[in-house]
């Protein structure tokens, strides 16, 4: 008896034992990280309660969030840190277009993703309009120096109850029906103030996307053959005369010639019925507008929805991006435990959906969304044609000189001749135009 009681004890003892083994083998990470997001990630990634759910599940991690600015000055500046310093601020960066973080790309300063893209992760789980951004052709294992955080696609956002009430019927498909609808909208009035028909992107933020995605729409494609912005685009030029027309006609304002956010904040405070930039604004304008949504839903489903560009050849899609810089190798097992574990989990992809329009760029996590007319649209997009953003190392220019000349060809002080041939030069005697796959050829 005595020995059997032994024998129970010792067994205990070591099942007590390999208990403590298993749970230290369950979670061997420790240590700080920090990680930098652009700062209007913080509200709309929910950055603090990911921060607060990684830290639970590992309690010998401390994550630090920290902010940058999303200004193309910002990233060259980031990149010049890591050069002269061989350090960074950050471990883990969360944020910034492909066309911003390029030149890091071209000059090979990102540790690549490629050996974590496996299982859940492998790159057909992943939206193709979103990844394929990321992939840069090349010796295997060196293809995804970047991965999409979050997505977004260019598209036309309106308000329901405006077009009911100007009695269209249905959303419009050519530019003529566009330019018909912006100034039947702009006829109305609302709280004693004229309503503003369409409000569209003409600063840095969206003005040079929108071009992209009126091409894209209507072509398939904004490059020429040698790799080129095909400034000489006939959809482009219709594009950009199609703005001015609105203008002109006073069936549309130029807010964003100053405020990049002026379209999206006119269409949150109903002032504006119809604007065209990234799909997020019809989520946050229809939870401004409509706050009760999800409890007693919005009239017609969703208040502000959402249609394409004229054109059935694809859309513009964009994502922002989540990379690790090299000088930070030593925290490379902490970066992208929380990348995966939180940045690409199937929480903080839905809730930033749900909340804010920035879609998942994983379709397991896509296919967790709520029924939602949006996201339908979305999906429909998605599952079709795509192309990403430009690449080249001067892309941030690029976008300048678009906007400076489409600014200046608006208020009448250039023709459009002169804004095409003014871009074609930046282009071929001012821009740097190598990309990450030309770099990797040379």
């Known amino acids: 008896m005595l020995r059997r009681f032994f024998v129970v004890l010792l067994l205990i003892s070591l099942m007590s034992a390999g208990m403590v083994n298993m749970t230290a083998a369950q979670d061997t990470l420790s240590g700080e990280l920090t990680v930098s997001v652009e700062a209007w990630m913080v509200e709309k990634y929910n950055m603090p309660e990911l921060e607060a ?16 600015e999303g200004l193309g000055a910002n990233y060259q500046n980031i990149f010049l840190e890591w050069a002269q310093t061989g350090d960074s601020t950050a471990d883990l960066y969360f944020g910034g277009l492909i066309s911003q973080i ?14 974590m893209l496996v299982d859940d992760l492998a790159p057909e789980n992943w939206i193709d309009g979103f990844l394929s951004s990321s992939y840069v052709p090349g010796e295997a294992g060196t293809n995804y120096p970047t991965l999409p955080g979050l997505g977004e696609t260019m598209n036309f956002q309106y308000n329901v109850g405006y077009f009911e009430q100007a009695g269209i019927a249905s959303t419009p498909a050519t530019y ?46 904004y490059f020429t053959e040698d790799g080129k912005i095909n400034w000489d685009s006939e959809a ?38 119809m604007i065209n930039a990234s799909n997020s604004r019809s989520n946050e304008g229809t939870n401004a507008l409509c706050p009760e949504q999800g409890v007693v839903p919005c009239p017609s489903g969703e208040l502000i929805q959402m ?15 989540v990379y690790i810089p090299r000088v930070a190798e030593d925290k490379l097992e902490l970066a992208r435990a929380f990348a995966k574990e939180a940045i690409f989990s199937e929480y903080g992809q839905t809730w930033s959906a749900i909340n804010f329009g920035k879609m998942p760029t994983i379709w397991a996590h896509y296919d967790a969304l709520p029924e939602n007319p949006n996201f339908a649209t979305v999906r429909a997009e998605l599952e079709g044609p795509a192309q990403g953003q430009w690449q080249y190392r001067d892309g941030q220019l690029l976008r300048q000189a678009y906007v400076d000349n489409l600014q200046l060809y608006l208020i009448g002080d250039i023709s459009l001749d002169e804004m095409i041939e003014t871009l074609k030069l930046v282009q071929d005697e001012e821009a740097d135009m190598t990309t990450p796959a030309s770099a990797r050829e040379m």
């Open 102 to 115: 390029a030149p890091a790309i071209i000059d090979d300063l990102l540790i690549p993703w490629d050996d």
């Open 236 to 273: 482009g030029k219709a594009w950009i005369e199609f703005q001015k027309s609105i203008i002109d006609a006073g069936c549309g304002g130029s807010t964003t010639f100053t405020d990049n956010n002026g379209a999206r904040n006119g269409l949150k405070a109903g002032q504006v019925a």
């Open 53 to 68: 759910r990684f830290e639970a599940e590992h309690p010998d991690v401390d994550v630090t969030v920290i902010t940058h």
């Open 307 to 321: 249609f394409d560009y004229p054109g059935d050849s694809g859309v513009m899609a964009f994502s922002h991006q």
């Open 176 to 221: 003529e029906e566009l330019y018909n609808a912006a100034c039947q909208l702009a006829e109305l009035e609302v709280n004693g103030q004229q309503l503003v028909g369409l409000e569209m992107e003409y600063g840095i933020n969206f003005a040079p996307d929108t071009w992209m995605a009126a091409v894209i729409a209507a072509e398939g494609t």
